[in-house]
């Protein structure tokens, strides 16, 4: 059990004791205390219970003391302080043992089971092919691929599902701005609606239809299926190779128009109308979702007789269930956050557990270099795709920048930092602290040391040797809540922290002879090479689970 469940399930075991109600007691927060003299950890939840129970938060904390029995090989102390927060000191021993724990698990190291092979889908991206992937695209992406690490380091069977829709008016759209930009540049004159999709894209696509000698096909409407065919095809070639750049592969590509084919949507309108959830107004078919506490019901089926996206999505999601996954993670930009309850809705209707599936919708994403930003418009093309933003700051920062910022709030991307070699860009700070492991390492085998030999590590006892060994061994919980919670960011940040930390300790050696890593003292030498490969340890697998490569040289 990691160190913060550990400490959670101790106090709530010691708040039944005390007798105190734990109807609707709110988790259990744990976190590092803000005064280091007062604990390495700390919770509120004496603060929290005190309203409920009417009494003084200090007096609940005392009597939640009082009950607790905690290992006193792992909790050296437990004191209340302030207006009542209980603090929790590690024992030194404990944390010494948390170290080598790390060093002999290596890059199993943060992983965990209480997943218990949980069959997990997560959905992401699933962008129409009409054109290449822009940045916001890339933030979903990434967010999706490194919550299906977190899911798999903590057990869960994870499938990478893409889901999009090759059919419609806005792919017949696509194919005709495909075929009038090949019959200009055949050398007609033609009038290019303000609507249709414009970018090079488009005319490199035509480009590769007259090289296929089907210029001929473009002064004919009935010809549009082939630039649809030829524009899906190039597109989401380009989609998948821009993926594969950045680290990404799904294991299943879910096409819209298979719901049609296979009767689906014609089921699923059929059991909502048998359950009388759906009835004929307007010409139009509409879903009763007033049923399910919405202010209106909403329409499945246009009076022209084309569904709305709704349709399809409530027959997707209902094969999301049968096929079997126990958990469903639909990861959506912000323009869905007024839609994705109707298909919610349409599970309900049907039968199905809603509470199957966790929606995470992220916010938009702007660029900037330095303090001007980048303006862009999608309808003019003037947007810039996730593969061009790679080859401006490369694959690295590029997952790095879009995952260091919560998904509930909006990302402004500065190319400028992105680009700095230097302690001020996040992804080279945190690289370059792997890198310098990697160098100390190498040095101290180049002087006849054995980097691998295993210690106690009795030697350590300085307060940034300490500082460091205590922040390394949270990174299990780190991985843990971020998987639990779905909020990859907490990952960067705490990498951030390690850095911060591993790079105190580095300074302190350069001002002070004796804190050097490598000494005449070679119990020592092995101590503090120990720490270091047990924070370089911390470091890979933290930017493991973040799709970021591991530097050894910088």
């Avoid at 701005?177 to 090079?200: N, T, W």
């Avoid at 649809?228 to 592969?249: C, H, N, P, W, Y």
């Avoid at 809705?345 to 930003?373: C, M, N, P, W």
């Avoid at 996730?386 to 879009?402: K, Q, S």
Wanted: aromatic share 8%; net charge neutral.
């Amino acid at each position: 059990m990691k160190i913060h469940q550990y400490i959670q399930q101790s106090l709530l075991d010691a708040i039944k004791k005390s007798k105190f109600s734990t109807e609707d007691l709110p988790e259990i927060q744990i976190g590092p205390g803000k005064q280091k003299q007062h604990g390495d950890l700390s919770t509120n939840i004496a603060i929290l219970l005190a309203s409920k129970e009417k009494k003084h938060p200090q007096d609940v904390a005392r009597v939640i003391v009082h009950h607790l029995n905690l290992d006193e090989s792992k909790i050296s102390q437990i004191n209340v302080a302030g207006p009542g927060f209980i603090n929790f000191t590690f024992h030194l021993d404990y944390v010494r043992g948390a170290v080598n724990e790390i060093i002999e698990l290596g890059d199993r190291y943060g992983r965990d089971d209480w997943g218990n092979g949980k069959k997990t889908q997560v959905e992401f991206v699933s962008a129409n092919p009409t054109g290449p992937l822009t940045i916001g695209h890339g933030r979903q992406a990434v967010l999706g691929d490194t919550i299906a690490r977190l899911l798999e380091a903590t057990h869960h069977e994870v499938t990478r599902e893409y889901y999009f829709n090759d059919a419609g008016r806005q792919m017949r759209i696509l194919g005709d701005s495909v075929r009038l930009r090949a019959c200009e540049l055949s050398g007609d004159k033609i009038e290019f609606p303000d609507d249709y999709y414009q970018g090079e894209y488009i005319r490199n696509i035509a480009r590769q239809a007259i090289k296929e000698k089907k210029s001929q096909y473009a002064r004919s409407e009935k010809h549009i299926p082939y630039f649809q065919s030829l524009a899906e095809r190039v597109i989401f070639d380009d989609i998948k190779q821009t993926l594969s750049r950045l680290g990404i592969a799904f294991d299943v590509y879910y096409n819209e128009k298979s719901l049609y084919e296979t009767g689906r949507v014609k089921r699923v309108i059929q059991e909502l109308r048998e359950k009388n959830l759906a009835y004929n107004r307007d010409g139009a078919v509409w879903f009763r979702t007033t049923h399910f506490g919405q202010e209106q019901d909403r329409v499945i089926v246009k009076s022209s007789g084309e569904p709305t996206y709704r349709l399809p999505d409530i027959a997707y999601h209902k094969d999301k269930m049968e096929r079997g996954f126990d958990l469903v993670i639909d990861i959506f930009g912000a323009d869905h956050i007024a839609t994705y309850p109707d298909v919610l809705a349409g599970l309900e209707a049907l039968g199905y557990d809603s509470s199957r599936v966790k929606v995470l919708i992220h916010q938009f994403v702007t660029l900037s270099e330095g303090k001007e930003k980048i303006k862009m418009s999608t309808r003019k093309a003037n947007f810039v795709t996730l593969d061009e933003l790679m080859d401006e700051v490369g694959v690295d920062a590029t997952r790095y920048f879009f995952l260091n910022r919560s998904m509930s709030t909006h990302l402004n991307f500065d190319l400028s930092l992105a680009k700095t070699q230097s302690e001020e860009n996040p992804v080279y700070y945190v690289q370059y602290a792997h890198a310098r492991i990697c160098s100390i390492l190498r040095y101290g085998q180049q002087q006849g040391i054995d980097t691998e030999s295993k210690t106690d590590l009795s030697l350590l006892k300085a307060p940034e040797e300490i500082d460091l060994m205590k922040t390394l061994m949270m990174f299990p919980d780190v991985v843990a809540s971020a998987a639990r919670e779905f909020e990859p960011h907490r990952i960067p940040t705490y990498l951030e922290e390690v850095a911060t930390v591993y790079h105190r300790f580095q300074h302190a050696g350069k001002k002070d002879d004796t804190l050097r890593v490598v000494t005449e003292d070679v119990p020592l030498t092995l101590d503090r090479l120990a720490l270091c490969r047990a924070t370089r340890i911390v470091l890979a697998n933290g930017l493991t689970l973040m799709g970021i490569s591991k530097p050894e040289k910088m």
